[in-house]
Every structure is written in C-alpha cells, then in structure tokens.
C-alpha cells in the first residue's frame, strides 16, 4: 500500500484527489494538509511514502516547503502538482528538489505512474 499525503490549500482539490486516489487499490491517503506549514508538521508524523503537494498556496508555498522537506525528511519523495506548467514553474520544482512534477491538467493515470515510481513500485 502507497502512503499519501496531500498538500494543496484548496479543500475542494484535495476532496476531488483524495476520492480519485482511493480507488486505487494500492494507494491510501494517510493525511492533508492545506499549507506548506501544514506539511512540515505532517510528513514527519506521518511518514508517508509519497508527498503529493501543489505548488501556488497561500502561506507557505509548495517551492519553500519542498525545500524544508527534503531537509526534513530527504528519503520521502515529492511530486509537484500545478496548474502552472510551463518551463520555469518545472525548473522551480526540480531546483526545490521535487522527485516529479505533474501538471493538475494531465489525466489521472499520469499522476498514478508518477506516486507508483517515487513509491518505487513501478516506472513513470
């Protein structure tokens, strides 16, 4: 079972990714949070395999956040979802330290491949 945490400051997003995700066999969404802040105290706790955060939110964005995880918890991979896909939204993400970056327009299944690979149980 892939462990989850969701991060995005839209509760509706999360609603909509959290319904989406469990239907998947192999996937269970271990916590949410609304905020970069949010996600610091979460991860930690919760050890989740995977980090699903996005990258535009209020209070701490996903880029600082990305930063202070990966000095907090540098064996748990995070995929960056956002709307904003374009060319230096992506190479924000990747500087960050960002395992993926997935575009919240690309279907479902590419955001499946993405979890599976950073949870190491399959390619992207």
Known sequence: M???????????????????LELEPDVQVVGEAG??????DL???LEPDV??????????DGIAAVQ???ELTPAIPVIM??????????AQAAA???WAFVSKCEATH????????AAGRGGC
């Open 2 to 20: 892939i462990r989850l945490l969701l991060v995005d400051d839209e509760a509706a997003v999360r609603r909509g990714l959290r319904m989406q």
């Open 35 to 40: 905020d970069g802040a949010a996600a610091l």
């Open 43 to 45: 991860a930690p706790r």
């Open 51 to 60: 980090v699903l955060m996005d990258i535009r939110m209020r209070g701490m």
């Open 68 to 70: 202070k995880l990966r």
């Open 81 to 90: 979802l956002s709307l904003h896909d374009d060319e230096h939204t992506r």
């Open 96 to 98: 960050a330290g960002a």
């Open 110 to 117: 590419r955001l499946l491949q993405a979890i599976r690979a």
